[in-house]
Protein backbone atom coordinates (compact mmCIF):
# COMPACT_ATOMS: atom_id res chain seq x y z
CA UNK A 1 0.00 0.00 0.00
CA UNK A 2 1.34 3.26 -0.93
CA UNK A 3 -0.19 6.59 0.84
CA UNK A 4 -0.44 9.73 -1.18
CA UNK A 5 0.30 12.65 0.25
CA UNK A 6 -2.50 14.75 1.47
CA UNK A 7 -3.98 17.64 -0.82
CA UNK A 8 -6.84 18.55 0.95
CA UNK A 9 -8.09 20.01 4.32
CA UNK A 10 -11.57 18.83 5.52
CA UNK A 11 -13.73 21.90 6.37
CA UNK A 12 -17.71 22.00 7.50
CA UNK A 13 -18.76 23.93 4.23
CA UNK A 14 -22.29 25.41 4.62
CA UNK A 15 -23.88 26.22 1.58
CA UNK A 16 -25.77 29.47 0.59
CA UNK A 17 -29.72 29.01 1.69
CA UNK A 18 -28.99 26.25 3.65
CA UNK A 19 -29.11 26.05 7.78
CA UNK A 20 -26.54 23.33 8.09
CA UNK A 21 -23.35 22.02 6.85
CA UNK A 22 -21.77 19.14 5.21
CA UNK A 23 -17.71 17.83 5.81
CA UNK A 24 -16.20 17.44 2.64
CA UNK A 25 -12.48 18.00 0.98
CA UNK A 26 -11.34 21.97 0.54
CA UNK A 27 -8.50 22.28 -1.82
CA UNK A 28 -6.61 25.18 0.73
CA UNK A 29 -3.56 23.48 2.44
CA UNK A 30 -2.10 26.82 3.87
CA UNK A 31 -4.65 27.36 7.09
CA UNK A 32 -3.55 31.02 7.09
CA UNK A 33 -5.67 31.50 4.11
CA UNK A 34 -8.82 29.64 5.16
CA UNK A 35 -11.40 31.50 7.27
CA UNK A 36 -14.71 31.17 8.88
CA UNK A 37 -17.25 32.48 6.42
CA UNK A 38 -15.24 32.53 3.21
CA UNK A 39 -16.82 32.24 -0.23
CA UNK A 40 -16.24 28.42 -1.65
CA UNK A 41 -16.95 26.85 -5.36
CA UNK A 42 -17.65 23.03 -5.67
CA UNK A 43 -15.16 21.13 -8.29
CA UNK A 44 -17.51 18.64 -9.96
CA UNK A 45 -16.30 15.02 -10.68
CA UNK A 46 -15.68 14.26 -14.36
CA UNK A 47 -18.27 11.35 -13.96
CA UNK A 48 -21.69 11.96 -11.78
CA UNK A 49 -22.95 9.58 -9.92
CA UNK A 50 -26.05 11.41 -8.03
CA UNK A 51 -24.10 11.37 -5.08
CA UNK A 52 -22.81 14.37 -3.25
CA UNK A 53 -19.90 13.16 -1.95
CA UNK A 54 -18.57 11.47 -4.78
CA UNK A 55 -20.00 14.12 -7.25
CA UNK A 56 -18.31 17.06 -5.85
CA UNK A 57 -14.01 15.96 -5.85
CA UNK A 58 -13.69 18.93 -3.25
CA UNK A 59 -14.17 22.78 -2.60
CA UNK A 60 -11.98 25.53 -3.83
CA UNK A 61 -11.72 29.05 -2.06
CA UNK A 62 -13.11 31.91 -4.42
CA UNK A 63 -12.50 34.68 -2.06
CA UNK A 64 -14.32 36.57 0.60
Same mark, same amino acid.
Given at each position: ?????????????? &? =??? !?? *????? &? =??? !?? *?????????????????????????????????
Amino acid at each position: LELEAIRHHLNYIR &L =DGT !DS *SILHC &L =DEL !DE *SKIRTGMKVKAVFADKRTGDYFTDIMHFRLTGG
